[in-house]
């Protein structure tokens, strides 16, 4: 069946440094992966796409990479800051079965302590 | 200002009573969805539409309606709800299926059913 993992553990890490999300997928072939930030209460909102044949993709002191032979996706924040506390989920297209458009990974919560 | 509205934001109902949750967009989406949030269950998709006329079911469909008279609107309707259905709903649209576009979610509906 089709799997998309995030740590389920809670990420703290300290301001400044790089916070590194990882997002790996199985009995995938995506074109596209997306990622998403959500905070307690609110809708996603989106941040950034990569496509398969994207290694790497940057949005101000974002960045994403795709591995489609590692089935990974790995999110970057560099400079972090506590505004950037939030659970971050990562999205796959859906194929076969009942559902279509995008499904959701379970989201890693991530904690940058001043 | 593009966004997506749901109401109402929050519902306390009792068991077996009908309601329905409004979504509309101003975007003119093609593609629009509904998902539950639980805790440790992640974002799900309950019933999707590809088009005015078009819906279809999601991942978990059971115990709920929708119809799609109008491009902007998607109401969400549960004939008799019960209480495994307190959730955190959000609906979600996109220019279309296609998982190249991004997301966009509303605020959110939370529901409790008593």
């Known amino acids: 069946s089709q799997k998309i993992e995030q740590n389920s553990e809670a990420l703290n890490i300290q301001e400044g440094k790089t916070a590194t999300l990882t997002c790996n997928y199985t009995?995938?072939?995506?074109?596209?992966l997306q990622w998403y930030r959500q905070d307690p209460g609110r809708g996603p909102v989106f941040l950034l796409l990569i496509r398969e044949n994207e290694k790497e993709k940057r949005k101000e002191r974002l960045k994403v990479t795709f591995d489609t032979t590692l089935k990974q996706s790995l999110f970057h924040i560099t400079a972090s800051q506590p505004a950037d506390s939030a659970t971050y989920l990562c999205?796959?297209?859906?194929?076969?079965?009942?559902?279509?458009?995008?499904?959701f990974g379970k989201g890693t919560h991530l904690i940058i302590q001043p | 200002e593009a966004q997506v509205t749901q109401n109402p934001r929050y519902l306390i109902t009792v068991t077996g009573k009908k309601l329905t949750v409004t979504c509309s967009q101003n975007m003119n989406h093609e593609y629009m969805s509904w998902y539950r949030q639980d805790p440790g269950l992640g974002l799900r998709q309950i019933y999707y539409s590809m088009n005015v006329e078009v819906t279809d079911k999601g991942d978990v469909p059971e115990g709920y309606k929708v119809s799609r008279k109008e491009k902007r609107n998607f109401p969400l309707i549960l004939e008799s709800p019960s209480p495994n259905q307190t959730s955190l709903y959000f609906c979600?649209?996109?220019?279309?299926?296609?998982?190249?576009?991004?997301?966009?979610f509303g605020p959110g509906t939370r529901l409790t059913v008593t």
């Open positions: 009995n995938y072939s995506p074109a596209y």
């Open positions: 999205a796959l297209r859906h194929s076969g079965g009942g559902a279509d458009g995008l499904t």
């Open positions: 979600a649209s996109s220019l279309s299926r296609d998982s190249s576009y991004e997301q966009y």
